[in-house]
């Protein structure tokens, strides 16, 4: 393990890891004033949020633990669907989200309760909103500070810029490329750690960040171990990860497990980048219904039946859902883990209580249920001025309208396998592509994972008119501005994409990418693997696809690198680079939606599914 070593920046205690990117120098793990040091990479906090409570009477201790995942630089209430939870058995959603609602959510949720952590599991920035993405998320690092978080695992958005841009967020200081937000502006990076146990370098081994944060205050000890999931490489760009090796979940966290033990520190809470899905999409379900964890799968649950008992409790992320279960450890013992949806809609509020006596949880006593981030509570004073600020930078481009739509076009917030606006941004890229100068494309393919919210058709309260699309809205679906690619792939590569989107390293969670106009096939949910796919129904035009014939296909450069499982892009030939997949959408747009001619929703029916 690394040495480490004090350092004060900007009134708060930094603890610097000597193993740092080299490309960015060595990366500090931040740390709340007030912070009482302890042995090992990463240090506790003692006062924490400055609740200044002494010693608690009594053999036990009640520790609340606030976590949230999955913000992605919400700073603002998310609009559409995005914006929504649903009570369980409820057929309205409740409006939800928004940092000056959940600033004020947590600050009353901490009042009362001397022991108060704050954790997060990932994916905190990156395909953020204009207002956060514009400025490289600096702004949500600001509100994350604000909040008092205390620390975070790394998600695989945080890779979204490469690990140098994610050191720089952890330590301050100046874009490398754009400069400071502002003139004399600073940048003075996160007052938290962001934790990456199995995030190594492949030449020394050696964690990037912090592997894990032991939190401390008045003789309670509780650590902290942080992991983003195994399969981070498959779906970020190759480039901003290189040199780097993503491992196993449950082996990293068994490893700093034991070593948590070695230094007294027995209550851990492992932070986990990789999620489940329950049953039901409702906020409160009771995924322990029949028996515990029988309502929720996905690859948290074996995760979690193989995680050392030595962990106390998981907080996930990832898939987008919330949930409050109770899977076995590996001893049978009842073991809790939670997810809080998405963009700060949710977040959940956890007992932890601790036993000074045997310095671990009280696993039979841990409670633990999400809470909706409700938007009828009084505004944070802090976030609003945070949002003013750096709304007001970004209004000169965030403002400009773009198109006009007939009504809400559902991306994100779809639950279809061909939503609309995968459609409608499919056929931006394939038009955008076809000229012959420019890739001459036939067929366009955009990966569902890459639309990141939908078009609106009602406008915000002061805003622009119902039906207005500004640039703001259109960079929040498209924020990554991946280039757009054109190759060569024969009709069997593309049937091969196809049945990739259901068989390997997507068949336990299918993948489905959003077709251009003209093209069809059959998806076949009764059949498994790559039986799900008819070849025999694979048409372009109306035309059945031609095994041996070559066909030109426009891509993002995400996907033709092989990106959310798709290995077959890589084989592509003739490939030539154009202008990125937000500029082909607003081209569109500008084509397609007018303000005479407005957009509207497109028809389904250019994937038929049989189930």
């Known amino acids: 393990m690394s040495e480490t070593r004090h350092k004060k920046r900007a009134g708060r205690r930094i603890l610097a890891t000597a193993a740092g990117l080299a490309t960015a120098g060595a990366l500090l793990a931040a740390i709340p004033a007030g912070a009482a040091p302890s042995s090992g990479p990463s240090n506790g906090n003692g006062p924490g949020n400055g609740n200044g409570w002494g010693y608690g009477h009594g053999r036990t201790v009640d520790v609340q633990l606030l976590s949230f995942n999955d913000l992605h630089g919400n700073l603002e209430p998310p609009a559409g669907s995005s914006g929504e939870v649903f009570a369980h058995g409820a057929t309205e959603g409740i409006k939800a989200g928004g940092v000056e609602y959940l600033a004020t959510h947590l600050r009353g949720a901490r009042k009362g309760n001397p022991y108060s952590i704050t954790a997060a599991a990932g994916d905190m920035v990156g395909a953020s909103p204009l207002i956060s993405g514009l400025f490289h998320d600096e702004p949500t690092i600001e509100a994350l500070n604000k909040l008092k978080l205390d620390v975070t695992s790394v998600g695989n958005h945080e890779f979204d810029e490469g690990a140098a841009e994610l050191a720089r967020l952890q330590n301050g200081g100046c874009h490398p490329t754009d400069g ?51 399969g981070t490489p498959n779906i970020v760009n190759a480039e901003g990860i290189k040199g780097l090796k993503f491992g196993d979940e449950v082996e990293t966290i068994n490893k700093y497990a034991k070593e948590l033990e070695r230094k007294g520190v027995k209550s851990v809470v492992a932070l986990i980048h990789e999620g489940g899905l329950p049953a039901s999409g409702s906020y409160n379900y009771d995924c322990d219904s029949p028996g515990p964890g029988d309502g929720i799968s996905g690859p948290i649950v074996d995760i979690a039946k193989n995680i ?21 450890d590996p001893s049978g013992k009842p073991r809790t883990v939670t997810s809080a949806a998405s963009y700060g809609r949710i977040y959940t509020d956890t007992t932890l209580t601790y036993d000074r006596r045997t310095k671990d949880i009280v696993r039979t006593a841990v409670t633990s249920a999400n809470h909706v981030v409700t938007r009828d509570v009084g505004r944070a004073r802090d976030m609003e001025d945070l949002i ?29 396998l061909e939503k609309p606006l995968g459609s409608v941004i499919a056929d931006a890229q394939r038009e955008g592509m076809a000229p012959a100068d420019k890739g001459g494309a036939q067929i366009a393919f955009m990966n569902p994972g890459g639309i990141r919210s939908d078009f609106v058709h009602e406008g915000p309260v002061g805003g622009e008119a119902d039906g207005v699309l500004t640039y703001g809205e259109v960079y929040t679906v498209q924020p990554f501005t991946n280039m757009m690619t054109v190759q060569s792939l024969t009709g069997a590569q593309i049937v091969t994409a196809l049945q990739q989107q259901v068989s390997g390293r997507n068949e336990a969670s299918p993948k489905i990418l959003q077709v251009s106009e003209g093209f069809t096939y059959t998806l076949d949910l009764t059949k ?10 694979v048409k372009l035009n109306g035309q059945p696809l031609d095994p041996a014939a070559t066909y030109r296909v426009a891509m993002n450069e995400f996907l033709a690198g092989g990106g959310d499982g798709f290995p077959v892009f890589t084989q592509g030939t003739n490939k030539l680079v154009g202008a990125s997949d937000l500029d082909v959408l607003l081209d569109y747009l500008e084509t397609h939606a007018t303000a005479g001619a407005p957009l509207a929703p497109p028809a389904a029916g250019r994937i038929t599914l049989v189930q």
């Open 180 to 230: 400071c937000a502002t003139e004399g502006g600073t940048f003075g990076g996160a007052d938290f750690p962001f934790l990456a146990a199995n995030v190594t370098r492949e030449k020394t081994g050696k964690p990037i960040l912090d592997p894990y944060f032991i939190w401390q205050r008045n003789g309670v000890k509780i650590g902290f171990i942080g992991v983003t999931l195994e």
């Open 388 to 416: 003013k600020y750096w709304g007001a930078l970004a209004a000169p481009i965030a403002n400009r309208p773009v198109g006009h739509i007939t009504a809400d076009i559902e991306g994100r917030g779809s639950k279809a």
């Open 308 to 328: 050392d008992s030595r962990v106390d409790a998981l907080v996930t992320g990832h898939t987008h859902q919330a949930y409050a279960c109770t899977i076995p």
């Open 528 to 537: 498994t693997g790559a039986a799900r796919i008819d070849a025999a129904s």
